[in-house]
């Protein structure tokens, strides 16, 4: 226990050179941090709007649907297979698909398109269209009517830069224009008089359908208007119909949110002339981490028949992993290169430390300390300095990290198209503390105990004499 109180002692007897040395290792887990949070952070959203919004965790296909996309490879949607699945502690629900092409017409315009049969109900499951719905709409004569209202200057400057936007709830309103939340209850009822959307959604048997909000402004539709779709059948019959739309989502993935149909799933096989059957049954689940997942599949692969088909999300979604793989590895590349300057930076502080305390080493040996004992002291200054500085990092990097979650960086103009162009929403959220947390610590802390090898050669081939002299 005495190292210990000579340990902390010494380190205050010289603040400066301390509060330098823990300083080298407080940026290097507060940069650590910030970087891998925002990295990580943007990986998972990404993941979360695919799976989400699109291919759920787990689905049943039929075996040659996922390679030929075609309405010929379908199955029969039966009562007993609903039971089947629900028998899975895992499972939570069944979530009916029908998924197929078509040309999308309104007046002149047309757009090859994605038709995703649903069960207006049920989907909300999985990606839950109804809270997508746009809710706002920001307009030129919205926009106009804003401008001209009692929002508050700093709202007013925004509206250009946001024109064109839609939203689908108060928080993402809230996030563009930075609303606060003590404001919200003055500034939001303005958003609803003058910019709010009157949307509508599907109902099983109703031939009417809800579009991308992205496709609504390429085709130039509105709630109301008639969408015509025509597209292949089943055995090679003709899919045509004409439907009326309801409603106007906002799908956070971009790609997709430009070429998405909805219709109830029951109106999508009368189209395609194939009553009964379904291209896919997405599964919702209680827990969706990798093990659970993993677990649930080979429940279903023992229960379930050819042609049938199980599908985990990752083998549905191997491009965009593969993608976010290779950007991984060149973001890893950036954070060694973050590693290896702070590497340079906390040795050059220790470097520094020893240069500076060579005679006062030499007179504690002189006066009779041993250099083992001398070498304990200097290590337990070490680990204190460490400690220090990564607690008070990790500390430091916490309130940015949450700050970075609720308030996640969206990018305009250019760069959203940018992203837009690639298939994602133009926006990077940090992620909340987990694991990488304590990777990166304990990387900071390795870094750190290299670093006081040097010291501790000196003193153990510490010449007392010379050591005096200096």
Excluded at 187 to 195: D, G, H, K, N
């Amino acid at each position: 226990m005495r190292n210990y109180k000579i340990a902390w002692r010494n380190l205050w007897r010289n603040k400066r050179r301390t509060l330098i040395t823990v300083a080298s290792v407080f940026f290097a887990i507060f940069f650590a941090l910030v970087m891998r949070s925002l990295q990580l952070g943007t990986y998972d959203h990404m993941f979360r709007n695919a799976i989400e919004s699109y291919t759920g965790y787990i689905q049943i296909q039929h075996e040659d649907f996922w390679d030929t996309k075609v309405v010929d490879n379908t199955f029969i949607y039966s009562p007993e297979l609903d039971q089947k699945i629900m028998s899975l502690k895992n499972s939570v629900g069944t979530v009916p698909r029908f998924e197929s092409f078509a040309l999308a017409s309104t007046g002149t315009l047309t757009k090859g398109v994605l038709v995703m049969g649903i069960d207006p109900e049920r989907e909300a499951l999985l990606s839950d269209v109804r809270s997508r719905l746009v809710r706002y709409r920001l307009d030129k004569v919205s926009v106009e009517s804003l401008r001209n209202s009692v929002l508050p200057e700093k709202i007013k400057k925004d509206l250009d830069l946001f024109s064109g936007n839609a939203y689908s709830s108060n928080s993402a309103l809230a996030v563009d224009f930075n609303i606060e939340d003590r404001d919200s209850s003055l500034i939001l009822p303005v958003f609803r008089q003058f910019a709010s959307f009157s949307n509508g959604y599907l109902k099983q048997g109703e031939p009417a359908a809800v579009i991308g909000e992205k496709l609504a402004s390429f085709l130039k539709a509105g709630i109301g208007d008639t969408i015509v779709l025509l597209g292949q059948g089943y055995h090679g019959t003709t899919a045509a119909g004409k439907y009326r739309i309801n409603g106007i989502v906002k799908i956070p993935a971009p790609d997709l949110d430009n070429k998405i149909v909805y219709l109830p799933y029951d109106i999508c096989q009368e189209l395609y002339n194939a009553p009964g059957m379904l291209t896919s049954l997405a599964i919702s689940v209680k827990d969706n981490d990798d093990n659970s997942i993993e677990k649930t599949i080979e429940e279903l692969e023992k229960q379930l028949e050819p042609p049938l088909k199980v599908m985990g999300w990752r083998e549905m979604n191997k491009l965009m992993l593969n993608q976010m793989d290779a950007d991984s590895k060149s973001g890893m590349i950036m954070i060694f290169i973050l590693y290896l300057v702070i590497a340079f930076g906390i040795f050059g502080t220790v470097l520094m430390m020893t240069a500076e305390r060579r005679r006062e080493f030499g007179v504690l040996v002189a006066i009779g300390m041993q250099k083992r004992k001398l070498s304990v002291v200097v290590t337990m200054e070490m680990i204190l300095i460490g400690l220090m500085g990564i607690v008070s990092g990790v500390i430091a990097a916490l309130p940015i990290i949450f700050y970075g979650y609720s308030h996640p960086i969206r990018f305009h103009g250019e760069m959203a198209k940018m992203y837009e162009d690639y298939g994602m929403e133009a926006v990077m959220p940090f992620l909340l503390p987990d694991m990488y947390v304590l990777w990166q610590s304990l990387v900071v802390a390795i870094i750190v105990f290299v670093s006081l090898i040097y010291p501790l050669r000196k003193i153990g081939k510490m010449q007392v004499v010379n050591s005096l002299k200096a």
